[in-house]
């Protein structure tokens, strides 16, 4: 029997090592899981996590913010191939975050309403044009039909600070794309 387990915030205290046979256990007992927040965690490989995204397929919220080791291009595939109901994910300051699996992200990932590559060193320009290009639901064809109905759905939060490989016409592209999105351009130089 699975536990009924929805949300696991991990403790937030430096001395505490979570690994990944915590993730492990949390794949095995808690495949309800909806909710995880695993940020600052830096002793978690990108194989445990994973391995939780094959079990744990009902996540929602994944905050990732700080796991360096975990925050692959590996794990993220793996996000995007086995986590299509994911609503909320923080990869603030993961610096092995690369284009390419944003690109996995952005097309395995259709409900992603909120996405944070803040510190994201190593994004460019061709992440944005995949988010614009994607399933994520943002699509002004998607949206005329169903408006007032689903205003929750489609990505609703980017952010994108703290970039320098970024160019002001890839944000453009994303926004002329995204009619019904209002990004906080935070950290964007001006044309």
């Avoid at 929805?6 to 979570?18: E, G």
């Avoid at 995007?80 to 923080?90: A, I, K, P, R, V």
């Avoid at 992200?105 to 995949?130: E, H, K, Q």
Wanted: proline share 4%.
């Amino acid at each position: 029997m699975y536990s009924v387990f929805s949300k696991f915030v991990a403790p937030s205290t430096k001395s505490f090592k979570l690994g990944d046979r915590s993730l492990y256990a949390l794949s095995h007992g808690c495949r309800n899981l909806t909710k995880l927040n695993i940020s600052g965690c830096t002793s978690f490989s990108d194989e445990g996590l994973e391995y939780l995204t094959k079990f744990c397929r009902k996540l929602k919220i994944l905050n990732l913010c700080g796991c360096v080791k975990a925050a692959t291009d590996c794990a993220l595939q793996a996000i995007g191939q086995n986590c299509n109901m994911l609503h909320s994910l923080n990869l603030g300051w993961c610096d092995n975050v690369g284009d390419l699996r944003v690109t996995s992200l952005a097309y395995g990932c259709p409900d992603l309403r909120c996405l944070d590559l803040c510190g994201c060193v190593r994004i460019t320009d061709r992440a944005m044009y995949s988010l614009a290009h994607s399933r994520v639901k943002n699509k002004a064809s998607i949206w005329q039909p169903m408006m007032g109905r689903y205003d929750e759905e489609g990505l609703r939060s980017l952010n994108i600070s703290q970039y320098t490989a970024l160019t002001p016409s890839a944000v453009q592209h994303y926004v002329t794309r995204s009619p019904l999105f209002t990004p906080a351009l935070e950290g964007i130089p001006s044309s």
